[in-house]
Nanobody, 127 residues
Framework: QALLVESGGGLVQAGGTLRLSCVVSGGTFTRYAMGWFRQAPGKEREFVAALSWNGDFTSYADSVKGRFTMSKDNRKTTVYLQLDNLKPEDTAVYSC????????????????????WGQGTQVTVSS
């Protein structure tokens, strides 16, 4: 069983930056494929970014490609999502997720394939 706790959200002006963190405890962090998702009010949850557990492969939603960067620190059992050049449409609750039993190179983009989820952190971008 894994516990995921996000932090780093906040209120920022358009064009600003934030770095979200997701600390993972329990289980085998180095074998988790990780992902970030977001959900805006009145909208469905959407995929943002994913990282293979070997750290070599990433996938990003088209809407964030070139602006967001996902990374991990195995020593700290933490994944990060660097958010640059934020836009008002990025406003949402951002949640991290962990998927078990994947090969090292696999990135997981479907929410229903994740086993563990954090509670989320609010990101609000003002115009």
């Amino acid at each position: 069983q894994a516990l995921l706790v996000e932090s780093g959200g906040g209120l920022v002006q358009a064009g600003g930056t934030l770095r979200l963190s997701c600390v993972v405890s329990g289980g085998t962090f180095t074998r988790y494929a990780m992902g970030w998702f977001r959900q805006a009010p009145g909208k469905e949850r959407e995929f943002v970014a994913a990282l293979s557990w070997n750290g070599d492969f990433t996938s990003y939603a088209d809407s964030v490609k070139g602006r967001f960067t996902m990374s991990k620190d195995n020593r700290k059992t933490t994944v990060y999502l660097q958010l640059d050049n934020l836009k008002p449409e990025d406003t949402a609750v951002y949640s991290c997720a962990a998927a078990t039993f994947r090969q090292g190179h696999v990135v997981v983009v479907a929410a229903n394939e994740y086993n563990y989820w954090g509670q989320g952190t609010q990101v609000t971008v003002s115009s």
